[in-house]
């Protein structure tokens, strides 16, 4: 290092005899102080100085080459270095900042590779539930292209209940034991109920097509069967049960419960008798005030009725009993029909091994 300064110190010196050689020439123009021998002096003196400085000069050489050997053998930890981030200065700064540049580019490329796959990895607990059914029979009537989940497929539902359970709301269907059967998710019961012709206000009706249905879905009911008699008589599905008993006797509970509510006595009138016996036929095929063809139930002959229906219950007193205890259906029985003569008809139709029941209250008459 100290060479390096006297080299340095010599240079000057040079500059400073040149500055002193350079002068020379104005001493022809004007009066100088520096005299030629004095001029000569500077001159040898300064050539010397130029001998010292190339020798210095190579020997500073030779040392710089020596560090630059020692560089070269210690480059690859230098670059290694740098590429691992730390902070470099000049050239060599330049070169670790782009290899640590590319480092940084491959660790981002693995951390997206990263989360990607995290990204596409399912999660238990955020997964969306499937929708796939989980029955055990082939999937029958008109549930088969609804979500039902089936936990026994051999015991029959006999009641339905909307309710939330661990956390899931469904209709939940039950045997005659309390027994759970299977559901079916909330979520999907609006479509359900509008594609079959349902009503949400028809409590009664809709949970008993639902029970029924789901039996017919798990195959334990033979499927609808419609009969071909509409004046009344028993048909081969009525089986042993007197259709005309069972309409008489429904028809005579209603009018108790009528007098017993301060209002006048029924009359049997045969048209609300031969439409209410076709609607219970129908409610075989579709458990609604929709008739199956897809007409509204409340238009016969030149006559507008207002109805009610039910299903499932095993003789005139429960299904009596049944509507009394619905607001809806209640209010249908205890309404004024004076305007046209207070006139009902019974229906009472037996398909599947269930009764279906129907009242048929004239409303309007066209023709009056």
């Known amino acids: 290092m100290s060479k390096k300064i006297l080299v340095v110190l010599l240079a000057a010196a040079m500059a400073v005899s040149l500055t002193a050689c350079n002068q020379q020439p104005a001493?022809?123009?004007?009066?100088?102080?520096?005299?030629?021998?004095?001029?000569?002096?500077?001159?040898?003196?300064?050539?010397?100085?130029?001998?010292?400085?190339?020798?210095?000069?190579?020997?500073?050489?030779?040392?710089?080459?020596?560090?630059?050997?020692?560089?070269?053998?210690?480059?690859?930890?230098?670059?290694?270095?740098?590429?691992n981030g730390e902070t470099t200065s000049g050239t060599g700064a330049g070169t670790g900042t782009g290899t640590a540049a590319q480092g940084n580019t491959q660790t981002a490329a693995g951390n997206t590779a990263q989360t990607s796959s995290q990204a596409s990895a399912p999660s238990s607990t955020t997964?969306?539930?499937t929708t796939q059914k989980t029955n055990t029979s082939s999937g029958k009537g008109p549930l088969a292209?609804?979500?039902?989940?089936?936990?026994?497929?051999?015991?029959?539902?006999?009641?339905?209940?909307?309710?939330?359970?661990?956390?899931?709301?469904?209709?939940?269907?039950?045997?005659?034991?309390?027994?759970?059967?299977?559901?079916?998710?909330?979520?999907?019961?609006?479509?359900?109920?509008?594609?079959?012709?349902?009503?949400?206000?028809?409590a009664d009706e809709q949970k008993a097509w639902f029970v029924e249905n789901f039996n017919i879905y798990r195959g334990l009911d033979g499927g609808s069967s419609s009969g071909s008699s509409s004046s009344g008589s028993s048909s081969s599905s009525s089986g042993e049960v007197d259709i005309e008993d069972l309409r008489q006797e429904v028809f005579d509970l209603v009018n108790e419960e009528r007098v017993a509510n301060g209002m006048?006595?029924?009359?049997?009138?045969?048209?609300?008798?031969?439409?209410?016996?076709?609607?219970?036929?129908?409610?075989s095929d579709k458990f609604s005030h929709t008739r199956p063809n897809g007409d509204d139930g409340?238009?016969?002959?030149?006559?507008?009725?207002?109805?009610?229906?039910?299903?499932?219950?095993?003789?005139?007193?429960?299904?009596?009993?049944?509507?009394?205890?619905?607001?809806?259906?209640?209010?249908?029985?205890?309404?004024?029909?004076?305007?046209?003569?207070?006139?009902?008809?019974?229906?009472?139709?037996?398909?599947?091994g269930k009764l279906h029941w129907v009242l048929e209250f004239i409303g309007w008459d066209a023709n009056a």
Request: proline share 3%; hydrophobic share 30%.
């Open 145 to 202: 292209k609804y979500t039902v989940n089936v936990q026994d497929s051999t015991t029959p539902a006999v009641k339905v209940t909307g309710t939330t359970l661990n956390g899931k709301s469904a209709y939940y269907f039950y045997s005659a034991d309390g027994k759970l059967l299977g559901d079916i998710p909330t979520q999907y019961l609006g479509t359900i109920i509008n594609e079959n012709g349902l009503s949400y206000a028809e």
């Open 27 to 83: 001493e022809e123009n004007s009066s100088s102080s520096v005299t030629q021998e004095e001029y000569d002096a500077l001159k040898e003196q300064n050539e010397q100085l130029q001998a010292e400085l190339d020798e210095l000069k190579g020997e500073t050489d030779g040392e710089a080459e020596g560090e630059s050997e020692e560089d070269a053998e210690s480059g690859t930890s230098s670059d290694t270095s740098a590429a």
């Open 127 to 129: 997964s969306t539930p």
């Open 264 to 283: 006048p006595k029924f009359v049997m009138d045969d048209t609300a008798m031969e439409y209410a016996q076709i609607r219970a036929e129908e409610l």
């Open 298 to 352: 409340t238009m016969y002959s030149h006559y507008s009725f207002a109805e009610n229906i039910a299903m499932g219950q095993k003789t005139p007193e429960e299904v009596v009993d049944a509507w009394m205890n619905s607001k809806g259906h209640r209010e249908t029985i205890l309404a004024d029909y004076s305007d046209y003569g207070n006139c009902m008809g019974v229906g009472v139709y037996k398909a599947n």
